[in-house]
């Protein structure tokens, strides 16, 4: 660009504007290497990228903690057990329960300390997903069985439901805040659906069953993992007892109903 | 291949649901007090349990439950209303359901900081509502909760059952379910899992209204893409129109077996801005227009005030009413042609209720009104008929002043949804 004698010319250039070329260079290299520069110095330099850390680390986060995870699951499960049988006499007597399901939970001697999700709070991820277990239940269900033979066993595609309210919906009162959600896709149910495509990919679906969602779906998500989401705002329990008993026998439905009637 | 795809469904495959999975999120919407938590709670799981799906083995097996807590009102039991993550919690844990809850995962926080990062990060407007990064929280939690029950499902199969085939697999015990007074009755349940209501809802944007008509009700949206039946001003009506047969496939009246008749009437209540409305159910046959009101054949079943402005609280969530009017025995007579003779029997009456308030109906301020205009209507000891089998409910917005409060600037009422089971 420069031609010939541009050298001298650059080189005065750079003279003339040391400070604002060294202002660009660092600033191209701090570009570059921001996330070791993360990792050396820790999030406190910029705002974590939550985002990224969920994905990243879930293959690490399980091969080291699904066996604890799964003894723990198993004491809570027999305490479940042997609650069921007793009966509900009183308020008092039932939040004591509560707690005390709470406190199998928490257990954090002995734990190994993994960042993940960047919580602040004075627990550690682990401890607060293990603690966020208010009640692991009755996994020898047949349900449960079914459900972890597909995911595990014959690599079949999975449908579910979310029912929820607001929050659900990706609900907020505040659109103006950068980090709101914007729409439907921004939910955790749109994204519980991408992890589910993506750790468990490669999924089979019968052609009846591909035939009937497509009533309701688009054709690049029958075949995957489908997590349908059925919010409605301000909706509690009271709303989707009558909305699923409704759905159940509508010949619309494809996923909760009996839409293999009008194929 | 397409003909004889239909083929087999139709003619060898029994129609179910092809649902695996359930998330139930809706803690942060129930505000009630602690029983009729409790009973809706069971009310819904149990509905949930009894949809069928495709099991292994040609069984049919329910679809995985999962209750996930991220919001609450956050109180505790001995206060007037119940945390509705706890009141889940005693149900999941009785029916063995598993249950998730985010807030006890976090909580409490140790310093400012921390609890300056709930508030602004997992929460993007410092109320119940997620941000982004709440969503992809929630998202990881439920995905490692799901992937851990998968785990614990496989682990304990392949110590106990597994080698036996799946039939003994679908064949192991429920867990008891539960009993007692806090919770929903047999009554209740029954008429829930087996009933198929007629259900119109007006939250749906593509549902025409065509079967009501009204003054001054429109179907419109007060908030962005929240749709509703609303109506402004003290006077305006709607009345809806609902078939007491069943409809089929074929669309021909059917007369279900069921002894049980239940309307629900789901409106929104918020802290302001709201009024109180008139429910009148009535009973008329053919010549019934929906503008008229209980006059000529028609006959006056029930009447209701239901105040849907609750000061206390500062949010708006959706609740609802129900009459239940099962101790009205209706028989088909075939001899006449399609007609429903729907006859009273015995003297218990019909109320207007919420869902498990037996126990608090003299705790309630409301629920004394209430008792008193269905001690009124219950005093008409009168068989009445339907021909043609048609149920009318009017809403109407009254002045508040009848309920002894003083008169208010707005009176905005919102209906959700009618359903009649």
């Known amino acids: ?263 | 291949v397409r003909v004889a795809l239909i083929l087999r469904l139709t003619l060898t495959h029994e129609c179910t649901g092809l649902t695996d999975m359930v998330i139930v999120e809706t803690a942060v919407n129930d505000y009630e007090c602690q029983y009729k938590l409790r009973t809706s709670a069971e009310l819904l799981l149990r509905i949930l349990q009894e949809l069928k799906n495709r099991g292994g083995g040609g069984s049919k097996i329910g679809p995985a439950l999962l209750y996930l807590g991220v919001s609450t009102n956050n109180k505790m039991p001995w206060q007037e209303r119940g945390d509705t993550i706890l009141e889940q919690l005693l149900v999941t844990q009785a029916y063995g359901i598993p249950h998730l809850s985010l807030l006890d995962g976090f909580q409490p926080f140790s310093t400012q900081i921390d609890k300056y990062w709930f508030n602004d990060i997992y929460k993007g407007d410092w109320t119940t509502h997620l941000s982004i990064t709440g969503h992809e929280v929630v998202a990881g939690y439920l995905f490692s909760f799901i992937r851990l029950l998968s785990f614990q499902a496989q682990d304990a199969i392949t110590q106990a059952t597994y080698n036996q085939g799946p039939r003994e697999v679908v064949a192991l015990k429920r867990l008891k379910p539960v009993s007692g007074p806090a919770y929903a009755t047999a009554e209740e349940i029954n008429i829930h899992i087996t009933g198929s209501p007629y259900y119109v809802n007006f939250y749906d944007k593509s549902w025409s209204p065509g079967l009501c008509m009204g003054l001054g009700f429109t179907k419109t949206m007060d908030v962005p893409n929240k749709y509703g039946l609303i109506g402004n001003e003290v006077a305006d009506r709607v009345s809806v129109v609902l078939p007491t047969h069943r409809l089929s496939n074929t669309s021909a009246p059917s007369i279900t077996d069921s002894p049980y008749q239940l309307m629900t009437v789901e409106y929104l209540s918020s802290f302001e801005g709201m009024g109180v409305m008139k429910l009148t159910l009535t009973a008329c046959d053919d010549s019934c227009s929906v503008s008229n009101t209980s006059k000529g054949s028609a006959t006056v079943i029930a009447s209701q005030l239901v105040d849907s402005l609750d000061s206390k609280t500062n949010f708006s969530i959706a609740r609802s009413v129900q009459l239940n009017f099962s101790s009205y025995v209706r028989t088909y007579q075939s001899s006449d042609g399609n007609k429903d003779d729907i006859r009273r029997s015995g003297s218990s009456g019909h109320r207007f209720a919420a869902r498990g308030d037996s126990f608090l109906t003299r705790q309630l301020e409301l629920f004394t009104q209430q008792e008193q205009q269905i001690n009124v209507a219950a005093d008409r000891r009168v068989n009445w008929k339907v021909p043609c089998g048609y149920l009318k409910l009017t809403v109407e917005i009254v002045d508040a002043s009848i309920l002894g409060q003083t008169s208010r600037q707005n009176n905005k009422v919102k209906i959700f949804a009618v359903s009649l089971y």
Request: one cysteine or more; aromatic letters at 10%; hydrophobic letters at 40%.
């Open chain 1, 1 to 263: 660009v420069l031609g010939g004698g541009g050298g001298g010319v650059m080189v005065r250039w750079l003279k003339k504007n040391a400070i604002y070329s060294c202002c660009v260079l660092l600033g191209v290299l701090i570009f570059l290497n921001r996330r070791r520069l993360i990792s050396l110095f820790g999030s406190s330099l910029s705002s974590p990228d939550y985002r990224s850390a969920v994905s990243d680390d879930f293959r690490r986060y399980w091969r080291e903690h699904e066996f604890i995870l799964i003894d723990q699951a198993k004491d809570a499960s027999k305490h479940t057990v042997e609650q069921q049988n007793n009966e509900f006499a009183s308020v008092v007597h039932q939040y004591e329960k509560y707690r005390v399901v709470k406190g199998s939970n928490i257990n954090p001697e002995g734990w190994v300390k993994l960042p993940l999700w960047s919580i602040p709070t004075k627990f550690t991820e682990f401890e607060a997903f293990n603690r966020s277990i208010l009640n692991l239940g009755n996994v020898l269900d047949p349900s449960y069985v079914m459900l972890s033979d597909k995911l595990l066993n014959r690599q079949q595609c999975v449908t579910v439901i979310v029912i929820g309210g607001s929050v659900s919906c990706a609900g907020t009162k505040n659109k103006i805040r950068k980090n709101a959600p914007k729409s439907l896709a921004d939910s955790y149910a749109f994204k519980l659906e991408k992890l589910l495509n993506s750790k468990f990919p490669r999924c089979r679906r019968s052609q009846e069953d591909i035939a009937r969602l497509r009533r309701n779906f688009e054709e690049n998500r029958v075949r995957g993992h489908i997590v349908d989401n059925r919010c409605h705002n301000a909706a509690g329990t009271g709303h989707f007892i009558d909305a699923v008993s409704a759905w159940k026998t509508d010949p619309f439905d494809a996923v909760l109903g009996k839409a293999c009637a009008l194929l």
